[in-house]
């Protein structure tokens, strides 16, 4: 396993993409490649599938965005798109009441 610009190079490569978003996971990924490769004591079969295992994770990273950078427009430009009525609100009458006593009342033995 390289040091965490291969396994990013190593990513991008297998998909043919190259943006991997927002780049605030590049820290976090530097310091677990540098903390495995300092204080884990990996054999190389666990370094092998460690890496293999790090490069799938950013293969799969790569083609969200790619998803998401291609699906957007045609979900976002769409006339009836409405995230925040996707969910209703929680009605606080007295058929609540009763139906979570309906609900306890049924689990208890």
Not at 5 to 32: M, N, P, V, W
Not at 72 to 95: D, E, Y
């Amino acid at each position: 396993m390289g040091d965490h610009e291969q396994l990013l190079e190593e990513a991008r490569a297998e998909t043919g993409l190259r943006d991997f978003g927002h780049e605030s996971f590049l820290e976090g990924l530097e310091i677990l490649v540098r903390s495995l490769h300092e204080e884990a004591r990996l054999n190389a079969m666990g370094e092998r599938m460690l890496g293999q295992r790090i490069v799938g994770h950013l293969k799969q990273r790569l083609q969200v965005e790619d998803w998401y950078r291609r699906s957007w427009r045609s979900i976002s430009n769409r006339r009836s798109f409405r995230p925040w009525r996707r969910f209703r609100p929680i009605s606080r009458g007295c058929s609540m009441r009763i139906s979570r006593r309906r609900i306890f009342q049924r689990m208890a033995p």
